[in-house]
């Protein structure tokens, strides 16, 4: 019965004509297919989805949230905020995205992307006027929490994977990517100039109004991603995996989507332990003031660009995906250990930039592993729970680098040691890459090999 209903909707699919926004092979180009006697048959292609819309979605919401960064640690100080209560604007966006990232990407798979995208964008412009308007450090913190969780990054990498397929999703999530890193080095720039002439309130009242003209663009631009037909020959798994909790426990615990969130959350640990005490470490190494740790960041984010936007260049075989997260997380392991052999800022430039291409390739290729073995159902849940992920490596990754610093300096006061254990966890994350690549199911793999055969 379910053979038979599979056969008549395909063949109801191929007598379908093409869609008036679809393209169509002239016949007897190369692409046609002929029949025994020589017949040419026509067949539709699917029109090529556009990503403008969401690419600059994205970048507008991080170069917003990057605009605050700077600002942001001295406001809290005038509110009153000692160190603690500082650490704890910042870590309250985390805490909250944890729940949130997976809440609102689960939210995503029943009643779609684009309700919810606009969603998050109105919200993210009410919590920068909750931001601005905070009477006291208390109100400040809660403004931060809701800004985390109704963080849309999740839904919208769900968003580029209903419109592509296995072969082409690197390359757009990692176009994605690199407008995230541009947002985050643009931002803080901004950040830091707007704060020199108005402060703290010019800066959040910018930011606001960028947000309210992004909400405005996505609610006049955006379309449905849900149920987009892509022309890939769907898998067993998309026809027969629902969306209900079962359904979802079962993808999480296959083998090859655990070790990526295992070595996915290593990798941020890594990365978020040494952003955050970086500067600490620069200043007392090379004497580092503010700005000369801006162009450090910079710099780096340079490398996060570059690695985000070549992506395309291995995309095409599934195979090089799990090549490209062992190659960035060696490359992370090499940046941290490279610190004990900085003593100027020529030796810094190489470490930075392959932390910042490592980080990025790996976490693309990473994102890339659980779409691909994830159900088109389960896109927003999946890619939300590995956000959620994240969040947790960002909560607690600053308390542990910084209790690595203590012990440093309890070791006669080796700066170093920090970065150095903090190796580990890129070096872990390589491990659980190479024991996904060996969980990947064969025809995923093989996929690869006809097309080199080809």
Request: aromatic share 12%; with cysteine; proline share 4%.
């Amino acid at each position: 019965m379910a053979a038979s209903k599979g056969a008549g909707a395909a063949s109801s699919r191929a007598a379908t004509p093409p869609p008036p926004s679809g393209r169509t092979k002239k016949a007897g180009s190369p692409g046609d297919a002929k029949d025994v006697d020589g017949s040419t048959e026509k067949k539709p292609t699917i029109a090529k989805p556009s990503f403008k819309v969401i690419y600059l979605t994205v970048f507008l919401d991080f170069f917003a949230n990057g605009i605050t960064l700077p600002v942001l640690q001295s406001h809290a100080r005038g509110l009153g905020a000692s160190g603690f209560h500082v650490g704890m604007v910042f870590t309250a966006y985390s805490f909250a995205q944890m729940p949130g990232s997976f809440i609102i990407g689960r939210l995503s798979d029943f009643i779609g992307r684009r309700p919810v995208i606009i969603m998050s964008l109105f919200m993210s412009s009410v919590t920068f006027a909750l931001t601005l308007a905070a009477p006291d450090l208390r109100w400040l913190i809660v403004a931060r929490a809701i800004a985390g969780f109704f963080s849309e990054t999740s839904v919208c990498q769900a968003y580029i994977a209903d419109k592509t397929t296995r072969e082409n999703r690197p390359a757009a999530l990692g176009h994605m990517g690199a407008f995230i890193g541009l947002g985050f080095v643009v931002g803080p720039m901004t950040g830091a100039f707007l704060g020199m002439f108005g402060g703290f309130d010019l800066a959040v009242k910018f930011t606001t109004v960028v947000t309210v003209l992004n909400f405005f663009y996505a609610q006049a631009k955006l379309d449905e991603s849900l149920g987009f037909v892509t022309g890939e020959i769907a898998t067993s798994e998309d026809g027969k995996t629902g969306i209900g909790w079962r359904e979802l426990a079962k993808v999480l615990l296959r083998p090859v989507v655990s070790c990526v969130m295992v070595g996915q959350f290593a990798l941020t640990f890594a990365f978020m332990g040494w952003d955050t005490t970086f500067a600490l470490w620069a200043a007392t190494r090379l004497g580092y003031a503010q700005k000369h740790t801006g162009c450090a960041f910079a710099w780096l984010a340079i490398g996060f660009f570059i690695a985000s936007w070549k992506t395309r260049t291995f995309a095409k075989d599934p195979r090089n995906t799990s090549t490209g997260g062992l190659t960035g997380c060696c490359m992370m392991v090499f940046g941290l250990l490279a610190h004990r052999w900085i003593h100027s800022t020529l030796g810094m430039l190489l470490p930075l930039f392959t932390i910042g291409f490592g980080y990025a390739l790996a976490e693309i290729v990473f994102q890339t592993l659980v779409s691909v073995h994830s159900p088109k159902g389960l896109q927003g849940s999946m890619l939300g729970a590995l956000s959620a992920g994240q969040a947790l490596a960002r909560a607690v990754a600053p308390v542990a680098a910084g209790y690595l610093f203590d012990m440093g300096e309890l070791r006669g006061g080796d700066l170093d040691f920090a970065y150095t254990a903090m190796a580990g966890a890129p070096a872990l994350a390589a491990l659980f890459t190479f024991a996904a690549y060996k969980a990947m199911p064969g025809d995923v793999l093989s996929q690869g090999e006809k097309k080199k055969e080809k």
